[in-house]
């Protein structure tokens, strides 16, 4: 059995197949250095914001109906204390919060100026822009209707972040890109892997060299290729870390595990489109269909929970997501590991079904294209165009 399952790879990995090798490891290496190396850094709606009300004043209230009114952000939760709001920026519920603090009116009468921190997630730097200039805007406006002309800055605003306080924009969305350049490259690896048997006609060639059994025959097609682009993944993103935003070793060790997953997963949905077409063109279509736009869906630029109720089901559906999740969950510290080996849990489950899919599929179709092989191999066709068997 191990004498065939490497007689299998030798025969798929090794066959003098430079198009393989440009698919499942140049490519995706070599765009996703260039894209880090070239990086550079519209109005958002409903960014859900979370209130602490500290102060039960006018003031307060005023400016609580302020947030409420403003279509850029969304009161979308009233914590109790500062660690209900915490909690919901790691998961990802809130992207920012306010903290409306003790005696801020009575502050404001005495002309001594308080200030209201704006807590932000630190991650998607663009929503978190737009939603402070906004709570910024709302405070100003409010604190100059409400007290006299005499003081210049009723009420000042502190912006802090909750996570990432150190990491930039450019480094973290690159740090997402180059997983969206692999999302997108393991699927299409594993179309091209799974259905260049059927193209090329040599299921026979490939089913022999695997002693004739079909399960040899995928285990040594689907373990080499996860492997490989695990490999690359890890490495390049180790890569990139050195100069953007470095981890722990158990924080790498968590977010590399969680990368793994999603090649797997990925590399699972690619030969289940094979298994589902038959056909290489048509699973390359279905999956740049459903893996090309996934950066925009998976909540690195746009908080997914502002977007439609169908699309969040796609987004969910995505791997990208969840390893995204994952990835900014180690910008958090400790309390966003959690959070991480929840995704990655996910991640593996996605995995097993798109595996356990393509191989009860890909069962059916090789023993069929192995029979039409055979009966084609024992046909001749003459100069007039008739069949005669050999």
Same mark, same amino acid.
């Given at each position: 059995?191990?004498?065939?399952?490497?007689?299998?790879?030798?025969?798929?990995?090794?066959?003098?197949?430079?198009?393989?090798?440009? %698919?499942i490891?140049?490519?995706?290496?070599?765009?996703?250095?260039?894209m880090?190396?070239?990086?550079?850094?519209?109005?958002? $709606?409903?960014?859900?914001?979370?209130?602490?009300?500290?102060?039960?004043? $006018?003031?307060?209230?005023?400016?609580?109906?302020?947030?409420?009114?403003? #279509?850029?952000?969304?009161?979308?939760?009233?914590?109790?204390?500062?660690?209900?709001?915490?909690?919901?920026?790691?998961?990802?519920?809130?992207?920012?919060?306010?903290?409306?603090?003790?005696?801020?009116?009575?502050?404001?009468?005495?002309?001594?100026? #308080?200030?209201?921190?704006?807590?932000?997630?630190?991650?998607?730097y663009?929503?978190?822009?737009?939603?402070?200039?906004?709570?910024?805007?709302?405070?100003s406006?409010?604190?100059?209707?409400?007290?006299?002309?005499?003081?210049?800055?009723?009420?000042?605003v502190?912006?802090?972040?909750?996570?990432?306080?150190?990491?930039?924009? $450019?480094?973290?969305?690159?740090?997402?890109?180059?997983?969206?350049?692999?999302?997108?490259?393991?699927?299409?690896?594993?179309?091209?892997?799974?259905?260049?048997?059927?193209?090329?006609?040599?299921?026979?060639?490939?089913?022999?060299a695997?002693?004739?059994?079909?399960?040899?025959?995928?285990?040594?097609?689907?373990? #080499?290729l996860?492997?490989?682009?695990?490999?690359?993944?890890?490495?390049?993103?180790?890569?990139?870390?050195?100069?953007? +935003?470095?981890?722990?070793?158990?924080?790498?060790?968590?977010?590399?595990?969680?990368?793994? +997953?999603?090649?797997?997963?990925?590399?699972?949905?690619?030969?289940?489109?094979?298994?589902?077409?038959?056909?290489?063109?048509f699973?390359?279509?279905? +999956?740049?269909?459903?893996?090309?736009?996934?950066?925009?869906?998976?909540?690195?630029?746009?908080?997914?929970?502002?977007?439609?109720? +169908?699309?969040?089901?796609?987004?969910?559906?995505?791997?990208?997501?969840? %390893?995204?999740?994952?990835?900014?969950?180690?910008?958090?510290?400790?309390?966003?590991?959690?959070?991480?080996?929840?995704?990655?849990?996910?991640?593996?489950?996605?995995?097993?079904?798109?595996?356990?899919?393509?191989? @009860?599929?890909?069962?059916? @179709?090789?023993?069929?294209?192995?029979?039409r092989?055979?009966?084609?191999?024992? $046909?001749?066709?003459?100069?007039?165009?008739?069949?005669v068997?050999?």
């Amino acid at each position: 059995m191990f004498l065939s399952f490497f007689r299998t790879i030798r025969t798929i990995y090794f066959g003098h197949n430079l198009v393989m090798w440009l %698919v499942i490891l140049i490519l995706p290496i070599a765009t996703s250095v260039f894209m880090v190396d070239v990086f550079s850094a519209e109005i958002l $709606q409903h960014i859900p914001i979370g209130v602490i009300k500290q102060d039960r004043s $006018q003031l307060a209230d005023e400016l609580e109906e302020g947030f409420r009114a403003n #279509p850029v952000v969304d009161v979308a939760m009233v914590c109790s204390d500062f660690s209900e709001c915490e909690h919901a920026v790691v998961k990802g519920e809130l992207q920012a919060f306010v903290l409306l603090p003790y005696d801020l009116e009575r502050r404001a009468l005495r002309f001594e100026t #308080p200030v209201i921190p704006v807590y932000s997630s630190g991650q998607n730097y663009l929503t978190n822009s737009f939603a402070t200039k906004e709570i910024r805007t709302v405070i100003s406006s409010i604190g100059a209707n409400l007290f006299t002309k005499g003081m210049n800055d009723p009420v000042k605003v502190s912006l802090q972040s909750v996570g990432n306080s150190t990491g930039n924009y $450019q480094g973290f969305l690159g740090m997402g890109l180059v997983t969206a350049i692999f999302h997108l490259a393991c699927i299409l690896a594993a179309v091209y892997m799974f259905s260049l048997p059927f193209r090329d006609h040599r299921v026979r060639e490939y089913l022999a060299a695997a002693g004739g059994s079909r399960a040899i025959l995928g285990l040594a097609t689907i373990i #080499p290729l996860g492997i490989i682009q695990s490999m690359a993944m890890v490495g390049v993103y180790a890569y990139t870390h050195r100069f953007m +935003a470095p981890m722990t070793l158990d924080e790498f060790i968590i977010t590399a595990s969680g990368q793994v +997953a999603m090649v797997f997963a990925c590399n699972g949905a690619g030969a289940a489109f094979v298994a589902i077409t038959g056909n290489m063109r048509f699973g390359t279509s279905v +999956a740049g269909v459903i893996a090309g736009p996934a950066f925009a869906f998976a909540g690195q630029t746009f908080p997914i929970m502002a977007m439609p109720f +169908a699309v969040r089901c796609f987004a969910f559906c995505l791997p990208l997501t969840h %390893v995204l999740k994952v990835q900014s969950s180690m910008l958090l510290g400790e309390a966003g590991k959690a959070h991480a080996w929840e995704s990655i849990v996910i991640l593996m489950f996605m995995a097993l079904f798109w595996h356990l899919l393509a191989t @009860r599929l890909f069962f059916i @179709r090789w023993k069929v294209a192995a029979k039409r092989e055979k009966e084609w191999s024992l $046909q001749a066709v003459n100069i007039l165009g008739e069949a005669v068997k050999e």
